[in-house]
Nanobody
Framework: QLQAFGGGLVQAGGSLRLSCSPS????????MGWLRRAPGKEREFVAA?????????NYSDSVKDRFTISRDNAKNTVYLQMNSLKPEDTAVYYC???????????????WGQGTQVTVSS
């Protein structure tokens, strides 16, 4: 339902931009966000953005000031600009859509297939 794109291999300090669009249905009025799962670790909240309210954003402390989430409501697409990447950012990144940001933070809502991000040291 949600297809993530843009992953890849990048050196530490580099940048990547992820995007996510729905397929098969729309998620109008839903808040959207990103979570990630690193090898051997639990799923972790990364960032989320509200549908309304001029796009209220929320970030985990580990990515704040390095990652920027944005969305295009007309295209029902969400983006994650990742700068100053670190090896510890290596993970599969998943896009999610849910009625509220708190749902996304708890890993609830609609998910899609993830995209692999690998940051080499």
């Amino acid at each position: 339902q949600l297809q993530a794109f843009g992953g890849g291999l990048v050196q530490a300090g580099g940048s990547l931009r992820l995007s996510c669009s729905p397929s098969g249905r729309t998620f109008g009025n839903y808040d959207m966000g990103w979570l990630r799962r690193a090898p051997g670790k639990e799923r972790e909240f990364v960032a989320a953005i509200s549908w309304g309210g001029n796009g209220i954003t929320n970030y985990s402390d580990s990515v704040k000031d390095r990652f920027t989430i944005s969305r295009d409501n007309a295209k029902n697409t969400v983006y994650l600009q990742m700068n100053s990447l670190k090896p510890e950012d290596t993970a599969v990144y998943y896009c999610a859509a849910a009625p509220t940001i708190s749902f996304i933070q708890r890993g609830l809502g609609h998910w899609g297939q993830g995209t692999q991000v690998t940051v080499s040291s």
